[in-house]
């Protein structure tokens, strides 16, 4: 089976427990949650015992121990996530406005990993890893996004495969040089993971149908399309397949793109059959919303299997 690799944030989450239209009126707060969008992912990816890594940088506290002992306990190799002495871990907060949309305050850029970088431990697993899942939230962070185009291309050139989440919060998609990267990241991947209306990043006139078609004409093997509440949808070959959602109690939506995306990697890479693989990732996104805190409901196969036959539990 190839290794898995991801590149990106580790931070800490906190979590308003209320809809506010600012954070004095959404209390209270709960966390610090493990989190970061590459961290929940790969997270979920060890969690099904496929082998796995994370390139990342923390700071030389709790924040970062926190995460460190999650990922390592779930079965993900940390040797790539550097500890910088006198750094903070980064860290968000996330409420949710009256409608249910959420609102973002990051502290990355001016944290320690706004300053991932390569290191022999992170050539070490660019090197021994055969596949790369890149998050587009970290192309918008200065100097990691090159990092990540770079092992992108290494990994492509000796035969391995590129999965794409573009992971686009709106507060990220202006950050310079953005277009551009995703376009580049785009054109290396063989399999496509937007949510929604990402679907439409590059190619911005038509209906879904088209959409999809034009990115499977670009060599793109497999495109899953993640619908939030209503479910996903998986195209590949001219099949298309779709999974309802299931009925579950939404407590907390953050991570669920990620376990989702988690999942159908892992079971993507051992060649399992589509609408199965399918099936297993729309439960992992479903039992990721149950959870308060992005990381903590990502999944072992035992868990999405007792979902799969009883959804109210
Ligand atoms: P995020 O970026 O916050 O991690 P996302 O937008 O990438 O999220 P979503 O579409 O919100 O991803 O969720 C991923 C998948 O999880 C969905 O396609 C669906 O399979 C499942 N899912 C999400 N929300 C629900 C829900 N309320 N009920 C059932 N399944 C859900
Ligand atoms: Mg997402």
Redesign the pocket.
């Known amino acids: 089976m190839k290794k898995v690799l991801t590149i990106g944030e580790v931070l800490v989450e906190i979590v308003a427990t209320t809809r506010g239209e600012g954070f004095l009126q959404a209390q209270p707060l709960v966390g610090p949650f493990p989190s970061g969008?590459p961290a929940?992912f790969i997270d979920q990816v060890g969690k099904l015992g496929t082998p796995c890594a994370i390139v990342s940088r923390v700071g030389d506290d709790d924040f970062g121990r926190v995460n460190i002992e999650r990922l390592s306990a779930d079965g993900v190799d940390v040797s790539g996530i550097e500890i910088a002495p006198g750094e903070t871990t980064g860290s968000a907060f996330v409420r949710y406005r009256e409608d249910g949309s959420r609102a973002f305050l990051y502290n990355i850029r001016h944290s320690a990993c706004g300053k991932i970088r390569p290191t022999p431990a992170s050539e070490a697993l660019v090197e021994g890893c055969g596949h790369l899942h890149v998050m587009g939230s970290a192309l918008s962070v200065p100097d990691l996004g090159g990092m990540v185009m770079d092992a992108a291309r290494r990994i492509k050139a000796r035969g391995g495969t590129i999965s794409f989440?573009p992971?686009l919060r709106p507060e990220l998609l202006d950050a310079p040089g953005m277009r551009r990267a995703l376009e580049a990241v785009l054109a290396m991947t063989d399999l496509f993971l937007p949510?929604?209306e990402e679907l439409f990043l590059f190619d911005a006139a038509g209906d879904e149908a088209g959409a999809v078609e034009a990115l499977l004409g670009r060599g793109i093997r497999s495109i899953v399309v993640?619908?939030?509440?209503?479910?996903?949808s998986l195209f590949q070959n001219g099949l298309r397949v779709d999974?309802p959602?299931?009925?579950?109690e939404?407590l907390d939506?953050?991570?669920?793109?990620?376990?989702?995306?988690g999942a159908f990697l892992a079971f993507w890479l051992a060649d399992a059959d589509p609408a199965q693989a399918l099936r297993l990732?729309?439960a992992?996104?479903?039992r990721?919303?149950t959870r308060l805190g992005?990381m903590e409901g990502t999944s072992n196969r035992a868990e999405l299997d007792a979902l799969l036959q009883d959804p109210k539990g």
Request: charged letters at 15%.
């Open positions: 969008a929940i989440d992971n949510s929604g993640k619908r939030g509440a209503a479910g996903a999974a959602p299931l009925a579950v939404e939506p953050t991570g669920a793109g990620d376990a989702f995306g990732a729309n992992a996104g479903a990721a919303v992005p």
